[in-house]
């Protein structure tokens, strides 16, 4: 079996296809795809792993260097404790596979998120895997968990304060790349490609500083139903795009 679930269908080749290096998703649909079978909640969020593995793999086959994907956020804990519990424990079985296939898949993964309030079997797995990651090279897998971008800008904001009063930082020294490298994120690209499906057009406190200037891609399939060729078309519409960062075209 492949690392991050079955073999990948087809490949996007044509000569005008440009892979971004970086691309970041928000799992979003489930709860809608499993009341629309008639399922709990739970059941959405378990085929939502299942997807998660498949497009996965597919990206790691196309060519992209890092995949990063929104999967509890710092605001999710307001959910039923039953809910918020099952979806840890997918977290928590989908950590332990990941954390076991590292070194033959040559996955690194990344934690992006606040530890703090997170259940303690998934914090020492977290610790395993850092440790883990340090010594593999390959795609970068970042999974964001208990994130959130107001809650990361604050953590670099105090983290830099506190430098500046121990006196190893001085203020007039701080800049763009300071606060970057006190992220969560620090050291990963910006995401080149931002994918939100299942119909909702907004970021929802994912990589707000990341995606300064990321293309973001909306669609409406729900997060379950997600396809390769769903990735596809993102790309294929992303190959399309003009990025000017703010300067104009040549
Ligand atoms: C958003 O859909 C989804 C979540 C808040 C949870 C995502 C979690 C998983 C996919 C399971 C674990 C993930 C991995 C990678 C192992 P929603 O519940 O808000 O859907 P809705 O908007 O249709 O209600």
């Known amino acids: 079996m492949c690392f991050f679930g079955r073999k990948k269908t087809r490949h996007i080749a044509p000569a005008h296809t ?21 399922l ?20 790691r086959d196309i060519g992209v260097k890092y995949l990063t994907a929104y999967a509890f956020s710092t605001e999710n804990w307001r959910r039923s404790k039953d809910e918020v519990d099952a979806i840890w424990s997918l977290l928590y079985d989908y950590l332990r596979e990941t954390l076991e296939r590292m070194e033959t898949e040559r996955v690194k993964m990344k934690i992006l998120g606040s530890r703090e309030g997170m259940p303690e079997r998934v914090r020492s797995l977290l610790e395993e895997i850092d440790r883990k990651a340090e010594t593999i090279d390959g795609i970068t897998l970042c999974l964001c968990i208990n994130y959130g971008s107001r809650d990361e800008i604050t953590h670099a904001v105090r983290e830099i304060c506190e430098e500046c009063a121990a006196g190893t930082l001085e203020a007039k020294d701080v800049d763009a790349d300071t606060v970057a490298s006190h992220l969560y994120s620090a050291g990963i690209p910006d995401p080149d490609l931002v994918i939100r499906p299942s119909g ?4 929802s406190n994912f990589l707000m500083w990341q995606s300064a200037y990321s293309e973001l891609y909306f669609c409406d399939t729900l997060w379950p139903d997600f396809k390769p060729e769903d990735i596809d078309l993102a790309v294929e519409e992303y190959s399309r795009r003009d990025r000017r960062y703010g300067g104009v075209k040549s």
Request: hydrophobic residues 35%; contains cysteine; charged residues 30%.
């Open 18 to 38: 440009v892979v971004p290096e970086h691309i970041a998703i928000i799992l979003d649909g489930n709860g809608r795809w499993a009341k629309k079978r008639g």
């Open 40 to 59: 709990p909640r739970t059941a959405g969020h378990a085929a939502g792993a299942e997807t998660f593995r498949r497009i996965g793999t597919y990206c």
């Open 200 to 203: 909702e057009k907004r970021l």
